[in-house]
Nanobody
Framework: QVQLVESGGGLVQAGGSLRLSCAVSGSIFTINAVGWYRQAPGKQRELVATITTRGSTNYADSVKGRFTISRDNVKNTVYLQMNSLKVEDTAVYYC??????????WGQGTQVTVSS
């Protein structure tokens, strides 16, 4: 079983930055990739960025050039550095593995609010 806990959200002005953290524990050896997702009010959850165990990354077009996903294998933590934040980035952000996501297993998430 894998557990993922998000933290680091908050309120920030447009143009500002935040760094989200995802602490991963449990059967880490079973993980092939970790993704950051977000869900804004009234919208479907969307994939923001992913990082594989080999360090390959992928981003949604809406965040390319502004967000960076990274991992610290010693701390078993995945980060999402968010720069040049926009009001439309406001959402609850979740980290998850694709497998857990397909099973409908999600954590509490962390709220990111960007004010104009």
């Amino acid at each position: 079983q894998v557990q993922l806990v998000e933290s680091g959200g908050g309120l920030v002005q447009a143009g500002g930055s935040l760094r989200l953290s995802c602490a991963v524990s449990g059967s880490i050896f079973t993980i092939n990739a970790v993704g950051w997702y977000r869900q804004a009010p009234g919208k479907q959850r969307e994939l923001v960025a992913t990082i594989t165990t080999r360090g390959s990354t992928n981003y949604a077009d809406s965040v390319k050039g502004r967000f960076t996903i990274s991992r610290d294998n010693v701390k078993n933590t995945v980060y999402l550095q968010m720069n040049s934040l926009k009001v439309e980035d406001t959402a609850v952000y979740y980290c998850n593995t694709p497998t857990l996501g397909l099973k409908g297993s999600w954590g509490q998430g962390t709220q990111v609010t960007v004010s104009s």
